[in-house]
């Protein structure tokens, strides 16, 4: 396969065209929320915003993992970094977040033993070459990645690989959707739903949220004629007041998802209240080791006690995530938060709505 | 010295064991007359006119690497660094520090490379330095090199010289050398041929300024990238940068690589890529010939200097949006998903 085989999806002929129907049919100011992080970036990094009508707003909602995972769950990371038994793997996004007080990037400067990987299996085998050290993966993300994680503790299992656990922030995105919707304040107009998680999950996984609320709601992929794509079909049906769910990225998502992974993901997880940074506690939208994994829980495995957390003061970050501000109507943007110090998640992730404004907009 | 060998303290300690390093390992490898004197420094004639000067320390892992190893790079790089200053490089210095430990073969590989580097580029390496440290104080080895290069008469090329109405002219694809980097460095089997591009970029340049065609900028777009390097110049000459995305040169294997990683080609490091801002009317002529040399073959224009938002670089996208091109913030990081 190629590796770029989808170049018809970036067709700038394609793209234009859908542009010019977008204009066309747009007669009415419309909300529209991008829920995933990758989306954000894509909208910046092709400038979509900027061949929109002004009848489109883009908004960035929840779906940055970084950008949610608690303040809390940072803490637990950096004391995990520091505890001089623990080998402790991330993937790299979540190197700069701040915690509290500290960031894994900063304890790694001090001489923690944090070491970046790209897949959970990586940290499987430091945790194989280093049986003498506990090896602590950082479990951070949605329904993408949590199959994976899955995996590779059932393989822990299976091998017998004792020194291994994970520290679970998974979310869902499905129950976060609907906490949205029960927000005072939050007007959405039409949902740009996620690529990589509905291939996991499926259409069926949103048609309850979409009952519920009757947003339209258009599952899409990441290239620049998908996410023209989606718009339009939101437009659409929004001008035509008849809201639908629908699979725009058939190449990927098939309407069921991945029996397989959601098999693997509930045979090792269990649904429970998650915290989510910036918005609080949602009820079953996070993904916690069953029983029957305790023993690769890190949570469990040692003794964190983590003090109280304290979100930083004047951060905007969780309003920016529900769609009720923009990254610069937050009183820190530019000031006290930039890439260089960045002061909230939105910032500090590649894929955070703040992060994406100040780099590709200012 | 055996190839089996390894580094010792010694090696670096100034006695015996160092002076036989260098007159059996080195000197034969680096051989010049100015070199084979072992004085402290080197002495040698310039003609009266300016000279460039220029110093970088490579500290790059892996140290061999597909398309180059660190010793090649160290010569390449300051020859270049060199050379956008506009000047012809004709001497270097070089200085290593290496681990207690180091293969000899390992050492032997790596000034081979320096050798043969500065033989493709036609300077000669006149004088240097060895220390060898505890094994953990330095990671394998670290090459400071140091370049000087005598200006033709006219030449006046610098970052605060570009001015609206001018061409931005890349000498060939982006994003090489960081992707291999990466890739080699996180041990990322991907099956591509990517490799690094260093190389020696004295001859293109040479070849460009002897034309007589006015070059106002030549920058090397090596850490932080083409992104990064271009603002720089968009704010040294206070002037505004559009680049087009549809002419940016990304090789296949190297954009499906970021793609996949999250990666920006823009900000990702070159190591034989030149970036020339010449006039509108003369840029189809230095085109060329950047494209008549060996390392200029894939060379294209990918935007204009403009008197709009001075400071900026702005790339009109695939779609006919725009988006800002800001400077590199710290690293790259992988994204989650």
Request: proline share 6%.
């Given at each position: 396969?190629?590796?770029?085989?989808?170049?018809?999806?970036?067709?700038?002929?394609?793209?234009?065209?859908?542009?010019?129907?977008?204009?066309?049919?747009?007669?009415?100011?419309?909300?529209?929320?991008?829920?995933?992080?990758?989306?954000?970036?894509?909208?910046?990094?092709?400038?979509?915003?900027?061949?929109?009508?002004?009848?489109?707003?883009?908004?960035?909602?929840?779906?940055?993992?970084?950008?949610?995972?608690?303040?809390?769950?940072?803490?637990?990371?950096?004391?995990?970094?520091?505890?001089?038994?623990?080998?402790?793997?991330?993937?790299?996004?979540?190197?700069?977040?701040?915690?509290?007080?500290?960031?894994?990037?900063?304890?790694?400067?001090?001489?923690?033993?944090?070491?970046?990987?790209?897949?959970?299996?990586?940290?499987l085998?430091?945790?194989?070459?280093?049986?003498?050290?506990?090896?602590?993966?950082c479990?951070?993300?949605?329904?993408?990645?949590?199959?994976?994680?899955?995996?590779?503790?059932?393989?822990?299992?299976?091998?017998?690989?004792?020194?291994?656990?994970?520290?679970?922030?998974?979310?869902?995105?499905?129950?976060?959707?609907?906490?949205?919707?029960?927000?005072?304040?939050?007007e959405?107009?039409?949902?740009?739903?996620?690529?990589?998680?509905?291939?996991?999950?499926?259409?069926?996984?949103?048609?309850?949220?979409?009952?519920?609320?009757?947003i339209?709601?258009?599952?899409?992929?990441?290239?620049?004629?998908?996410?023209?794509?989606?718009?339009?079909?939101?437009?659409?049906?929004?001008?035509?007041?008849?809201?639908?769910?629908?699979?725009?990225?058939?190449?990927?998502?098939?309407?069921?998802?991945?029996?397989?992974?959601?098999?693997?993901?509930?045979?090792?997880?269990?649904?429970?209240?998650?915290?989510?940074?910036?918005?609080?506690?949602?009820?079953?939208?996070?993904?916690?080791?069953?029983?029957?994994?305790?023993?690769?829980?890190?949570?469990?495995?040692?003794?964190?006690?983590?003090?109280?957390?304290?979100?930083?003061?004047?951060?905007?970050?969780?309003?920016?995530?529900?769609?009720?501000?923009?990254?610069?109507?937050?009183?820190?943007?530019?000031?006290?938060?930039?890439?260089?110090?960045?002061?909230?998640p939105?910032?500090?992730?590649?894929?955070?709505?703040?992060?994406?404004f100040?780099?590709?907009?200012? | 010295?055996?190839?089996?060998?390894?580094?010792l303290?010694?090696?670096?300690?100034?006695g015996?064991?160092?002076?036989?390093?260098?007159?059996?390992?080195?000197?034969?490898?680096?051989?010049?007359?100015?070199?084979?004197?072992?004085?402290?420094?080197?002495?040698?004639?310039?003609?009266?006119?300016?000279?460039?000067?220029?110093?970088?320390?490579?500290?790059?892992?892996?140290?061999?690497?597909?398309?180059?190893?660190?010793?090649?790079?160290?010569?390449?790089?300051?020859?270049?660094?060199?050379?956008?200053?506009?000047?012809?490089?004709?001497?270097?210095?070089?200085?290593?520090?290496?681990?207690?430990?180091?293969?000899?073969?390992?050492?032997?590989?790596?000034?081979?490379?320096?050798?043969?580097?500065?033989?493709?580029?036609?300077?000669?390496?006149?004088?240097?330095?060895?220390?060898?440290?505890?094994?953990?104080?330095v990671?394998?080895?670290?090459?400071?090199?140091?370049?000087?290069?005598?200006?033709?008469?006219?030449?006046?090329?610098?970052?605060?010289?570009?001015?609206?109405?001018?061409?931005?002219?890349?000498s060939?694809?982006?994003?090489?050398?960081?992707?291999?980097?990466l890739?080699?460095?996180?041990?990322?089997?991907?099956?591509?041929?990517?490799?690094?591009?260093?190389?020696?970029?004295?001859?293109?340049?040479?070849?460009?300024?002897?034309?007589?065609?006015?070059?106002?900028?030549?920058?090397?777009?090596?850490?932080?990238?083409?992104?990064?390097?271009?603002?720089?110049?968009?704010?040294?000459s206070?002037v505004?940068?559009?680049l087009?995305?549809?002419?940016?040169?990304?090789?296949?294997?190297?954009r499906?690589?970021?793609?996949?990683?999250?990666?920006?080609?823009?900000?990702?490091?070159?190591?034989?890529?030149?970036?020339?801002?010449?006039?509108?009317?003369?840029?189809?002529?230095?085109?060329?010939?950047?494209?008549?040399?060996?390392f200029?073959?894939?060379?294209?224009i990918?935007?204009?200097?403009?008197?709009?938002?001075?400071?900026?670089?702005?790339?009109?996208?695939?779609?006919?949006?725009?988006?800002?091109?800001?400077?590199?913030?710290?690293?790259?990081?992988?994204?989650?998903?």
């Amino acid at each position: 396969m190629s590796l770029t085989y989808n170049q018809e999806f970036k067709d700038p002929k394609i793209s234009k065209a859908l542009v010019a129907r977008i204009r066309e049919k747009s007669t009415r100011p419309l909300r529209l929320m991008e829920v995933c992080g990758t989306h954000t970036m894509a909208i910046f990094r092709y400038g979509i915003r900027s061949v929109l009508p002004d009848t489109i707003t883009l908004l960035s909602g929840p779906g940055c993992p970084v950008c949610v995972t608690a303040q809390k769950d940072i803490d637990a990371y950096v004391m995990l970094a520091r505890r001089s038994d623990v080998i402790l793997t991330t993937f790299g996004d979540l190197m700069k977040v701040p915690g509290s007080g500290a960031s894994l990037a900063a304890e790694k400067a001090k001489g923690a033993d944090v070491r970046m990987v790209y897949s959970i299996f990586d940290a499987l085998a430091i945790a194989k070459e280093n049986p003498n050290r506990e090896v602590v993966f950082c479990a951070v993300g949605f329904e993408t990645t949590t199959p994976t994680i899955a995996g590779a503790v059932l393989t822990a299992k299976a091998q017998g690989v004792d020194n291994f656990s994970i520290y679970s922030a998974n979310k869902l995105t499905p129950p976060a959707l609907a906490a949205l919707m029960e927000t005072d304040g939050v007007e959405i107009d039409g949902f740009i739903l996620p690529g990589h998680v509905s291939v996991i999950t499926g259409l069926d996984a949103f048609a309850p949220t979409f009952e519920k609320y009757r947003i339209p709601s258009v599952v899409t992929g990441f290239e620049p004629v998908d996410i023209l794509k989606a718009v339009l079909k939101l437009v659409e049906q929004n001008e035509s007041n008849a809201p639908r769910l629908v699979n725009a990225y058939t190449r990927a998502v098939a309407d069921a998802g991945n029996p397989k992974a959601r098999v693997i993901m509930g045979q090792v997880f269990e649904k429970a209240d998650a915290l989510w940074r910036g918005i609080g506690t949602i009820p079953n939208s996070g993904m916690v080791l069953r029983e029957s994994f305790y023993k690769f829980d890190a949570a469990r495995k040692f003794d964190l006690s983590i003090p109280d957390t304290r979100e930083p003061t004047g951060c905007d970050c969780g309003r920016i995530l529900m769609g009720l501000k923009r990254p610069d109507q937050c009183r820190l943007y530019k000031k006290a938060c930039t890439p260089m110090h960045p002061v909230g998640p939105c910032m500090v992730s590649s894929e955070g709505a703040c992060a994406a404004f100040y780099k590709y907009s200012r | 010295m055996n190839d089996n060998d390894t580094i010792l303290l010694d090696h670096g300690a100034g006695g015996k064991v160092s002076h036989a390093m260098f007159s059996e390992l080195i000197l034969p490898l680096f051989d010049n007359g100015l070199l084979a004197k072992q004085d402290d420094g080197a002495v040698f004639e310039v003609p009266a006119g300016r000279m460039a000067f220029s110093t970088d320390s490579y500290t790059v892992d892996p140290i061999f690497f597909p398309g180059g190893d660190i010793g090649e790079l160290a010569v390449n790089g300051t020859v270049n660094d060199v050379a956008m200053c506009g000047a012809a490089p004709l001497y270097i210095s070089v200085g290593l520090i290496i681990e207690e430990g180091m293969k000899v073969f390992d050492l032997k590989r790596i000034l081979q490379s320096m050798a043969g580097a500065a033989k493709k580029a036609g300077v000669r390496i006149v004088t240097g330095d060895t220390k060898v440290v505890p094994r953990g104080k330095v990671d394998k080895i670290f090459i400071n090199t140091s370049g000087i290069g005598l200006l033709p008469v006219g030449v006046n090329v610098s970052g605060n010289g570009a001015r609206p109405g001018d061409k931005v002219i890349v000498s060939g694809t982006i994003a090489d050398h960081g992707v291999t980097i990466l890739s080699e460095r996180e041990g990322l089997k991907f099956d591509s041929d990517v490799k690094s591009d260093s190389a020696p970029l004295n001859h293109m340049v040479k070849a460009v300024l002897e034309s007589g065609h006015p070059v106002h900028v030549l920058r090397d777009p090596t850490r932080g990238g083409l992104g990064t390097t271009l603002n720089e110049i968009a704010v040294q000459s206070t002037v505004g940068i559009r680049l087009f995305e549809n002419r940016l040169p990304v090789r296949g294997p190297v954009r499906g690589i970021c793609e996949l990683l999250g990666f920006d080609p823009l900000y990702l490091a070159n190591e034989g890529k030149l970036i020339a801002i010449v006039p509108g009317t003369n840029a189809n002529k230095v085109l060329d010939i950047i494209r008549q040399d060996e390392f200029g073959k894939d060379a294209v224009i990918i935007g204009e200097v403009t008197d709009q938002d001075p400071g900026r670089v702005v790339l009109e996208t695939l779609i006919g949006g725009t988006r800002i091109v800001d400077m590199l913030t710290g690293e790259q990081l992988p994204r989650i998903c």
